[in-house]
């Protein structure tokens, strides 16, 4: 005879369930509870797609226009790139890259900085105002917003000489900006490269 373990009621030995309560006698597997992903219904899993989806492209837009409006966003992210593109974290040995390979990685690093750090920030924009605006004019960012056909939206960066009583005393054309910006790139990515010629020498002692 075999005891139930959840009853105790006795059962002949070639059965597999318990004649009394139902439950799996002993040596049986007994049933798993499916897990909670296998129990839920189509449309719950229509809510989770659509929505997972949703937030994706959320966060997509969300990262395109603080990108694009927040100063500093591009700055850090392009600046995390450049640190794990040019081997300073983690850190990789110095290369013996030529010149020309060098120049193709610096004008790549450039031209991303270039192109998608349009906002700069503070410490970005100082040259700027210190090219552009002259007789104790400061320079002012404003982001023009337009929505030329349903569904496109650009965002241009306006870069404005102030003087002080507020009027606009000159326009700095965004090529100017774009081309001081490649500049500064070129100079950021030559201090990444010496700051991973550091690092390596203080880790191997030489
Ligand atoms: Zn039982």
Not at 45 to 59: F, H, P, Q
Not at 107 to 126: E, P
Request: charged content about 15%; some cysteine.
């Amino acid at each position: 005879m075999k005891t139930c373990p959840h009853c105790h009621n006795e059962n002949p030995v070639d059965f597999s369930y318990c004649r009394y309560c139902g439950n799996a006698l002993n040596g049986v597997p007994e049933n798993k509870p499916k897990s909670i992903w296998k129990r839920l219904p189509a449309w719950v899993w229509i809510i989770l797609i659509v929505g997972g989806i949703a937030a994706l492209i959320l966060t997509l837009i969300g990262s395109f226009i603080a990108i694009a409006t927040m100063e500093g966003v591009a700055s850090i992210v392009i600046l995390i790139c450049g640190i794990v593109g040019f081997g300073v974290i983690p850190l990789r040995r110095p290369d013996r890259a030529g010149s020309f390979a060098r120049a193709i990685g610096l004008s790549f690093f450039a031209l991303m900085g270039a192109t998608v750090d349009q906002t700069g920030n503070f410490l970005y924009n100082k040259p700027i105002e210190m090219c552009f605006c002259h007789d104790g004019t400061s320079l002012t960012r404003d982001i023009d917003v337009t929505n030329p056909i349903p569904g496109q939206t650009n965002i241009t960066q306006d870069y404005t000489c102030y003087d002080s009583t507020g009027k606009a005393a000159k326009t700095i054309n965004i090529f100017a900006v774009l081309g001081i910006r490649f500049v500064e790139y070129v100079i950021l990515g030559y201090l990444l490269i010496a700051l991973r010629q550091v690092r390596w020498r203080i880790k191997n002692n030489r």
